[in-house]
């Protein structure tokens, strides 16, 4: 008596593959809020000395949401141009964020993020200038 005989199969079951991933997913859709910082900090100022900058960007921010680059208060549609001409179209200078202590973080992070888009990549964030004792 002769047995049916099957034709190879050469396509791949991807079936398990995608259940392996699904539950990947899950897991770090799970485990990703968990690993955030939930915590609030007041930052200290900084202890260390200033860096001399010949002829340094500021780009300021204050409490009540005006900014400012040098001493000319700017809107983010007129911002990237402002920047560049402060910057004298050098794209290579360090840009200095000031900004006040109530200011929202998301507030500093939209600053940096237009100064990174416009292509200015050098940012330095300026802190209270005053003595603090070493951490032992």
């Known amino acids: 008596m002769a047995g049916k005989r099957y034709d190879d199969n050469s396509q791949i ?3 398990p593959f995608v259940d392996v991933m699904l539950v990947l997913l899950i897991i770090f859709m799970v485990a990703a809020p968990l690993a955030s910082v939930n915590v609030k ?3 200290p100022p900084s202890a260390s000395k200033p ?3 010949k002829d340094p960007v500021y780009v300021s921010l204050q409490a009540n949401g005006k900014v400012y680059i040098g001493d000319v208060q700017v809107n983010y549609a007129e911002f990237s ?5 402060a910057a004298g179209n050098n794209y290579n200078r360090r840009v200095f964020i000031r900004a006040d202590k ?3 973080y998301k507030e500093v992070m939209r600053v940096m993020n237009v100064i990174q888009d ?3 990549y050098q940012i ?3 802190a209270e200038d005053r ?3 070493p951490i032992k």
């Open 13 to 15: 079951n991807v079936t």
């Open 41 to 43: 900090v007041e930052l």
């Open 81 to 85: 141009t402002r920047l560049v001409s």
């Open 102 to 104: 109530t200011v929202q």
């Open 124 to 126: 330095a964030l300026v």
């Open 118 to 120: 416009t292509g200015f």
């Open 51 to 53: 860096a001399k900058v």
């Open 131 to 133: 003595q603090v004792a």
